[in-house]
């Protein structure tokens, strides 16, 4: 049923709830997914005024709680934000092409897996920078060959991409950091993926930019700078996530 979110507002009717993700999916998650999923329908439009808490709850049919926990996250997303006399509104729609892909279980998940890789990798390659071998330079250099091959092809280089990724982790050579990043080898895989089908450029400029973000990390790395190999993975997965997220 249609329900009004203020004075001035249109009628908001929920979408069908994005119930994706069996498994490991919390209340919190499926808010999230159901409010991004108003945005991205127009629903409530970019600049336009979100319902209050209360009318959320009735909505869904959930307690504050949850609502909040949702709300807090696509703030610190940069979905949504206050502002004064207006309460809480739509900053920016994300790329609608999100809930299209059929992998992808709750892109709540996958915002929080972003950030699980913009902690872990940038160390990662600072570290990679200060112990590598002759031999972890080879096998970096080869799977970075890979995925501009592959994507010379025209193909996703997904397998190619993952590898450049965990040839870096090998190359701190930190047994539990290799660990971690082996253990997500399947998100891993999955947000390449998803990276891969939600780019709205050209295959071309796309694998360009890929390449020359991959560039700037292997050439840090190679030339032992752990700042600058810090700084070119944190500004590789700074802008993936911009990919997936924004479809830029």
């Known amino acids: 049923m249609a329900r009004k979110t203020g004075p001035s507002s249109p009628e908001i009717v929920p979408a069908a709830p994005t119930r994706r993700a069996g498994r490991g999916q919390t209340l919190g998650d499926r808010i999230y997914d159901d409010i991004l999923q108003l945005i991205l329908t127009s629903q409530i439009p970019e600049g336009g005024r979100l319902p209050t808490e209360a009318q959320f709850c009735e909505m869904f049919q959930v307690s504050r709680t949850v609502v909040r926990d949702a709300l807090s996250r696509l703030k610190i997303d940069g979905v949504v934000g206050s502002r004064q006399g207006q309460g809480s509104v739509v900053l920016r729609r994300p790329n609608a092409g999100m809930f299209a892909f059929p992998l992808v279980g709750s892109i709540a998940d996958m915002q929080r897996f972003f950030e699980f890789r913009q902690l872990i990798e940038p160390e990662v390659a600072a570290l990679a920078a200060v112990r590598r071998t ?86 840090s790395i190679e030339s032992g700078d752990p700042s600058a190999a810090r700084a070119a993975m944190a500004l590789h997965l700074s802008r993936t996530r911009d990919r997936v997220f924004l479809g830029s």
Do not use: W
């Open 134 to 219: 002759h031999e972890d330079l080879a096998r970096i250099r080869a799977a970075f060959q890979a995925v501009g091959d592959a994507l010379v092809r025209d193909e996703g280089g997904v397998e190619a991409d993952l590898q450049f990724h965990l040839a870096i982790a090998a190359a701190a050579h930190n047994k539990y950091l290799v660990s971690s990043m082996e253990s997500a080898r399947g998100n891993f895989a999955q947000c390449i993926q998803f990276a891969r089908a939600l780019s709205t450029k050209p295959d071309e400029r796309r694998g360009e930019r890929l390449q020359s973000e991959h560039r700037r990390i292997l050439d």
